[in-house]
């Protein structure tokens, strides 16, 4: 059997923060998928590849549902493309943000390769952690008529399964002030001094100290600032970028509305990316929460809400429910971060397991007041929702 951790290590080698190594690293993916006689389809997007891939019979002949991964990966130091073990941790740039569950994904697309009962369809994306939240190559595939009864991404998530997330209000917010020598600077206005101001502003508007079922509240981040031309001048232009994680339920234009209250500033351009809500009681969702608990008795809890946003929401947008579904592990996007190899090999399981009881389990009648009562006490002590922390784009 092929291993997802020699798969991972492999893929955690291409430094997929840089366009040459993502188009070397999708070269490797489609060599590895096609010399196991799964055929792959190559598309590009803004120049980068995008992998398309399937096993199992047609879509429109049987249920279908649909493995989504991305290779790129926020930049890190060189060391960190080297990966390292340390006991059941495996570590280095990408492990758990997703290279570990991409590799774990071809490995069950590998395994369900024989299987005649459900179209299952691999799609390998190069932008997911791209700034250019407007210009996705998964909205461009699902455009071109891609389609599925259900979508899985593997974003990082300890094997619980992420049926909310926050919402994306991105933008570029631009504070004017008046140039003057710096040796006086009482002469001028610092654009930048105020800039800062401006955030903390932004930080203390009332829909920030809003809460829902799964979140507490919305979070913000000052991504990006730039501002002042020479040492010795008192800026008079600042620019900076203000990602807001919005809840669901909240009205973006209304935070929007609030944050233009804020004297001094103009928003220059916002991209709006919405939350991601999935039924609980969707048959997808149960029979993944019920392959899930076969492998992971001891799981506390595993309907979850992810503080990030992920591609999930083009998948809901194109009406197909999506959720984010990945390996254990931690310090994504930090200068530690690892997988859990135990997890890996639990994860490809369950994705096997996840697609050959999805045919049994849509053929069930409707579940009613009771049967669904039944079904809730079986799962007691792994039902729970809570919001796990999470973060992309």
């Not at 890190?76 to 390292?84: L, S, Y």
């Not at 849509?362 to 669904?372: K, R, T, V, Y």
């Amino acid at each position: 059997m092929v291993d997802e951790r020699v798969l991972t290590e492999r893929l955690i080698s291409y430094d997929t923060s840089r366009a040459e190594e993502l188009v070397a690293a999708a070269g490797f993916v489609k060599g590895w998928l096609e010399s196991r006689d799964i055929e792959v389809q190559d598309h590009e997007h803004n120049a980068l590849p995008v992998l398309i891939a399937a096993v199992g019979p047609p879509a429109n002949e049987v249920p279908s549902v649909i493995f989504h991964g991305h290779l790129d990966v926020v930049p890190g130091r060189h060391e960190q493309f080297t990966p390292q073990i340390e006991g059941d941790r495996l570590i280095g740039r990408g492990a758990y943000d997703m290279k570990g569950a991409l590799a774990a994904m071809m490995c069950a697309l590998k395994d369900l390769s024989g299987q005649e009962r459900v179209a299952v369809r691999f799609i390998c994306v190069p932008d997911e952690e791209s700034e250019e939240l407007d210009q996705r190559s998964t909205d461009a595939i699902l455009g071109r008529g891609v389609n599925a009864a259900f979508a899985i991404t593997g974003e990082p998530t300890n094997l619980h399964i992420g049926v909310a997330a926050k919402g994306v209000l991105a933008m570029q917010i631009v504070v004017h002030g008046k140039a003057a020598h710096s040796s006086t600077p009482w002469l001028g206005e610092n654009a930048v001094l105020k800039a800062v101001d401006a955030f903390r502003a932004i930080q203390s508007l009332p829909f920030t100290r809003e809460s829902s079922e799964l979140f507490d509240a919305p979070s913000i981040n000052l991504g990006r600032i730039e501002g002042g031309d020479a040492l010795n001048m008192v800026p008079d232009a600042c620019r900076m970028a203000v990602d807001v994680r919005y809840l669901p339920g909240q009205d973006p234009e209304e935070v929007m509305a609030q944050i233009r209250t804020i004297e001094g500033i103009e928003i220059e351009r916002s991209f709006l990316h919405p939350p991601v809500t999935v039924s609980r009681n969707d048959r997808h969702v149960q029979a993944l929460r019920e392959a899930v608990v076969r492998l992971s008795p001891d799981m506390e809890t595993i309907s979850v809400g992810r503080d990030g946003a992920s591609d999930a929401v083009s998948f809901i947008q194109a009406g197909i429910p999506a959720v984010e579904f990945g390996p254990a592990g931690g310090g994504h996007h930090g200068p530690d971060e690892w997988v859990s190899l135990q997890s890996l090999a639990r994860y490809r399981r369950t994705l096997s397991d996840f697609v050959r009881g999805l045919p049994l389990r849509l053929q069930e009648p409707s579940a009613g007041a009771g049967q669904a009562k039944q079904r809730a006490s079986a799962l007691d002590g792994v039902e729970g929702l809570r919001a796990i922390d999470g973060g992309l784009a």
